[in-house]
Nanobody, 116 residues
Framework: QVQLVESGGGLVSAGGSLKLSCTAS????????MGWYRRAPGKQRELVAT???????NYANAVEGRFTISRDNAKNAEYLQMSSLKPEDTAVYYC??????????WGQGTQVTVSA
């Protein structure tokens, strides 16, 4: 059973940057897709970004050009670099990983708060 642990959340002013990390307890080599979701208060869960094992990335329109997802198989980790943050980016961010047979693993979430 792989466990994912996020870190890097916190409080930042609008326009600032944060880098979220998601570290797996085991190898991420087998995960076809990794990514990040977020859930803001009173809103539905939103897919933020994904990255495949080949490095193909996909972003939600709301974060395109401001966020960058990456993964480091050697470190069993994925990252979300967030720049030009806006108050509407405030949410709990969850990392996830999905293998070739559809098994999904989730982190516990990390809070990101962007003040105006």
């Amino acid at each position: 059973q792989v466990q994912l642990v996020e870190s890097g959340g916190g409080l930042v002013s609008a326009g600032g940057s944060l880098k979220l990390s998601c570290t797996a307890s085991g190898s991420i080599f087998s995960f076809n897709t990794m990514g990040w979701y977020r859930r803001a208060p009173g809103k539905q869960r939103e897919l933020v970004a994904t990255i495949t094992s080949r490095g193909r990335t996909n972003y939600a329109n709301a974060v395109e050009g401001r966020f960058t997802i990456s993964r480091d198989n050697a470190k069993n980790a994925e990252y979300l670099q967030m720049s030009s943050l806006k108050p509407e980016d405030t949410a709990v961010y969850y990392c996830f990983a999905r293998n070739s047979v559809g098994d999904e693993y989730w982190g516990q979430g990390t809070q990101v708060t962007v003040s105006a």
